[in-house]
C-alpha cells in the first residue's frame, strides 16, 4: 500500500459565514422576492423561450474561487428564474404538473433549514411520515394496518408498488433469487393508456417491456376486461407466470377510469396482485361527488399516487400505499446491513425505519409540508379545489363543443380536455400538423401551457387541470387563441 500523501497543515474552517447578518439578509429578501414572484404570476407569460445569452450562462467553468452568495443569487435571478416551465402560472395545463402553494413554500424553507435525513431512526421526521401516511389511507379507504411510504413521485411510487407485488406473487423468490429461478417469465398487464412509468418500472424490475402486456381500450379508453382475461389465460397457457394488473385512476392521456371494482374482482379470482395507478385521480377519493368513479381502489394491494398533482404539495412527493406490511417490508429487507441496525436507545432507536420501505437510503423530508399544508387547508378545502378543478375542464370541454371550428376528441371524464381545432376539411396529416403548429404558437406567445398527445391517430391539445390558480376566464382566453391560431393558419393564401 502506498503511503498516504500529505495534505497542508491549515487552520480549521467551515462552510458557515463569517458573516451572518450577510446571509440573514439574503435568506429574508430571497423570500420575499419569491412570493413578490408569485403573487404577481399573472403578470407574467405563462411560459417564455430562453434566448442565447441565458444559454451562455450555462457553458461556464466551474468556478475555482468564491463568487460569494449574492452573486449567486444575482445569476439565479438573471438565468434561472425569468425561465420556468411554468407549472405554476394559472394558464398552465400541460402534461401533469402540481402548481404548490405558498404555504408549502413556507413549509419547505423550514424542512431545508432542518436539513434532516427522514431514513429512520428516533426523531421526529418518521413520525411526521407516518402520521402523512396514516392520513392518505384514511383519505384513499385503505385499512389502518396498511404500509406506505412517501417518494419522489408516481413513477416511483408505481415501481414500488411492483416490486412489492413482484415478490409478493413470487414468494420473495425473485427478489432473492432473481428472475431466473422462476418457472416462467412473470407478466404485468395494463391497458394501451397506461403511464409510461409502469414499462419503465418493468424494466427496472428486470422484466423487460416484454414482461408489460398492454391490453386494448374500449371507446370510453377504459381496459378491455375480456381481452385483459383472454391474454392472461393465453400467457398460462404458453407457460407464462401473470402475476399483476394495474388498474388507472385517471389515465394520463384523457382521465379515464378503469372499472377498479371489476378489476379487484377479478384479480381475487385469478390470485392476481391488483396495483392501481392514480397518479393524480386516486385523489378523486377524497370528493363524496367524485369518489364513485375511482370505487374499487380502496381494495387494491397496492396503490401509487402522487401529492405534488392534485393535492398540490410542492415538488416533490408522491407515495405508495401497500395493504399488507408484510410484503411491503420483505420486498426493501436491508439484508445484514450492520450499519443500519437500531439500537435499544439513542438515535439509532425508533420504531419508523421508512428506507428500509423503499429504494432510497437518504431521503429529504418531504412529508413536513403535505403535513404542514394539510394542517393550514384542511381536507375539505382541497375536496373544493378538486371539483372545481373538474367544473373547470368540464366548462371548457362545454365551450369546445358549442365551437363548429373545435372538436372534442375524448370525454372529459375528470379533470381532462382532449380536443383539436378542426381546420377545413384538411386530411389527418394536414390537420394534426395544423394542430401541432397551433399548440406551439400559443405557448409561445405565453398565452397558456397545454401539452399534446396523439388519440387514435389524431393529434390533441391537451389540458390537465391540476391548477388551483385557474379561473374560467383562463381557459377562454386558451380557446380564443387556439381559435385564432387555427384561422391564421388555415386562412385562404
Ligand atoms: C404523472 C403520472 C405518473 C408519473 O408521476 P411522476 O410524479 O411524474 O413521477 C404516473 N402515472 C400517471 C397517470 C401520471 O399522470
Redesign the pocket.
Known amino acids: 500500500m502506498p503511503d498516504l500523501p500529505e495534505l497542508p497543515d491549515l487552520p480549521e474552517t467551515s462552510l458557515d459565514p463569517d458573516d451572518w447578518t450577510a446571509v440573514r439578509a439574503a435568506g429574508h429578501a430571497a423570500l420575499d422576492e419569491m412570493l413578490d414572484w408569485l403573487m404577481t404570476l399573472r403578470d407574467r407569460p405563462a411560459w417564455q423561450p430562453m434566448p442565447e445569452a441565458a444559454f451562455a450562462e450555462f457553458q461556464r467553468p466551474v468556478p475555482r474561487g468564491p463568487e460569494g452568495l449574492d452573486q449567486a443569487v444575482r445569476d439565479f435571478r438573471r438565468a434561472v428564474l425569468p425561465y420556468p416551465i411554468g407549472n405554476v402560472h394559472p394558464r398552465f395545463w400541460g402534461w ?1 404538473m402540481g402548481s404548490g402553494t405558498p404555504g408549502g413554500l413556507v413549509a419547505q424553507v423550514l424542512a431545508a433549514g432542518m436539513n434532516v435525513n427522514a431514513w429512520g431512526g428516533q426523531h421526529a421526521a418518521p413520525y411526521v411520515e407516518v402520521q402523512v401516511l396514516d392520513w392518505c389511507k384514511q383519505l384513499l379507504g385503505f385499512p389502518a394496518e396498511a404500509s406506505g411510504i412517501l417518494v419522489s ?4 411510487a ?1 415501481l414500488v408498488g411492483l416490486q412489492v407485488g413482484r415478490d409478493a406473487m413470487t414468494n420473495g423468490l425473485a427478489g432473492t433469487d432473481g428472475l431466473k429461478a422462476l418457472p416462467g417469465d412473470l407478466v404485468i398487464y395494463a391497458s394501451t393508456e397506461t ?1 409510461n ?1 409502469v414499462e419503465r418500472a418493468a424494466r427496472t424490475l428486470g422484466l423487460g417491456t416484454a414482461g408489460l402486456h398492454q391490453i386494448p381500450v374500449n371507446d370510453r379508453l377504459e381496459i378491455d376486461l375480456d381481452a385483459l382475461s383472454q391474454a392472461i389465460a393465453a400467457d398460462r397457457a404458453a407457460g407464462r407466470q401473470p402475476f399483476c394488473v394495474v388498474g ?1 385512476a ?3 392521456n384523457t382521465g379515464a377510469t378503469d372499472d377498479l371494482a371489476a378489476l379487484a374482482d377479478f384479480c381475487a379470482r385469478e390470485q392476481l396482485w391488483f396495483h392501481v ?1 392514480g ?2 385521480g386516486a385523489l378523486a377519493a377524497i370528493s363524496p361527488a367524485l369518489a364513485p368513479l375511482v370505487r374499487g381502489m380502496e381494495r387494491a394491494d397496492s396503490v401509487a399516487f ?1 401529492l ?2 392534485w393535492l398540490y404539495m410542492p415538488y ?1 412527493v ?1 407515495c405508495t400505499l401497500v395493504r399488507d406490511p408484510a410484503h411491503h417490508r420483505r420486498a426493501f429487507s436491508p439484508g445484514a446491513a450492520s450499519y443500519l441496525s437500531a439500537l435499544e436507545r439513542g438515535a439509532a432507536a425508533g420504531p419508523h425505519n421508512q428506507s428500509h420501505l423503499g429504494p432510497e437510503l437518504s431521503r429529504e423530508f418531504r412529508a413536513l409540508p403535505v403535513w404542514m399544508s394539510l394542517k393550514e387547508h384542511g381536507v375539505d378545502r382541497y375536496v373544493r379545489q378538486i371539483e372545481q378543478n373538474v367544473a373547470q375542464a368540464r366548462a371548457l370541454g362545454a365551450m369546445v363543443q358549442r365551437e363548429p371550428e373545435l372538436e372534442l376528441l375524448a370525454p372529459v371524464a375528470l379533470n381532462v380536455v382532449c380536443f383539436r381545432y378542426r381546420g377545413r376539411g384538411a386530411d389527418l396529416d394536414r390537420a394534426n400538423a395544423i394542430n401541432r403548429e397551433i399548440l406551439m404558437r400559443v405557448q409561445e406567445r405565453g398565452v397558456a401551457v397545454p401539452s399534446s398527445t396523439v388519440l387514435r391517430g389524431v393529434f390533441a391539445i391537451r389540458v390537465a387541470n391540476t391548477n388551483h390558480r385557474s379561473r374560467r376566464e383562463d381557459f377562454a382566453a386558451l380557446v380564443a387563441a387556439v381559435l385564432e391560431e387555427g384561422r391564421r393558419l388555415t386562412a385562404p393564401a
Not at 413521485?153 to 416511483?156: F, K
Open positions: 401533469v413521485g408516481g413513477s416511483i408505481n403511464h412509468s388507472n385517471g389515465t394520463v395507478d397518479a393524480f402522487d405534488h398533482k416533490n408522491g
